[in-house]
């Protein structure tokens, strides 16, 4: 069984520009959560999909989006990049939409010049 | 406003010993607590989890209890291994929705052999 995987693992971006960050769920997993992780803090929920259609969403400006593709896997965009977006951003999945466990990837680092 | 509250950013024991990390929440909705251990460079990874109609859940070397009166729950480790050397994060999750985790801070748990 193959677990949640992203990439890249480190990204340096300059403030202003865009980024894409990628996600594969587990196998069998059809929902996928997207965290931000700021230093020193818990992760921050961003939004989750289901079957291709945002389900919820956190406290995060429309320049956060996503997609969640047939295969299940996701990518998390985010436009006009600031400097507070540097963080670790990670993916998380799990097989439903109820209280199943979610099962996180090893995030993406990024920073922003 | 803080929902989900890690006191102690850090917190040493001798290997052997028990290591207790505490986790307090002020959202009364909240009714599915889970502990993740965290590794530099990886991502959060499951370790036991509890629903609120329980005050006890273990699992081999972990228990979590729940004290609902108190919003307080609590990660036993016994005994301690330098291998438990990590971040330790309490998350909650609601009774709908989409069941998204708010995390604590973390603890920072260093076990010396």
């Known amino acids: 069984e193959t677990g949640v995987t992203q990439s890249p693992t480190h990204l340096i971006k300059t403030r202003g520009q865009q980024v894409t960050l990628r996600c594969s769920s587990q196998?069998?997993?059809?929902?996928v959560s997207w965290y931000q992780q700021a230093l020193g803090q818990g992760p921050q929920f961003i939004f989750q999909?289901?079957?291709?259609?945002?389900?919820g969403r956190g406290n995060f400006p429309p320049r956060f989006s996503g997609l969640q593709f047939p295969n299940y896997s996701s990518e998390l965009n985010v436009n006009a990049l600031e400097l507070d977006d540097s963080a670790l951003y990670l993916c998380?999945?799990?097989?439903?939409?109820?209280?199943?466990?979610?099962?996180f990837g090893p995030g993406t680092r990024l920073l922003v010049l | 406003d803080q929902q989900v509250k890690q006191n102690s950013p850090s917190l040493s024991v001798q290997e052997g010993r028990i290591s207790i990390l505490n986790c307090d929440y002020t959202?009364?909705?909240?009714?599915?607590f889970l502990w993740y251990k965290k590794y530099p460079a990886e991502g959060p990874t499951f370790l036991i989890s509890?629903?609120?109609?329980?005050d006890k859940n273990e699992d081999g070397r972990f228990t979590v209890f729940l004290n609902k009166s108190a919003k307080h729950l609590s990660l036993h480790i016994v005994p301690s291994q330098p291998g438990d050397s990590a971040v330790y994060f309490c998350?909650?999750?609601?009774?709908?929705?989409?069941?998204?985790?708010?995390f604590g801070t973390g603890t920072r748990l260093k076990v010396l052999a």
């Open positions: 998380a999945s799990k097989s439903g939409t109820g209280k199943e466990t979610q099962y």
């Open positions: 196998s069998g997993h059809n929902t």
């Open positions: 999909y289901y079957r291709e259609e945002e389900n």
């Open positions: 959202n009364s909705m909240f009714d599915y």
């Open positions: 509890i629903s609120s109609i329980k």
């Open positions: 998350a909650a999750s609601g009774t709908s929705g989409t069941y998204k985790y708010i």
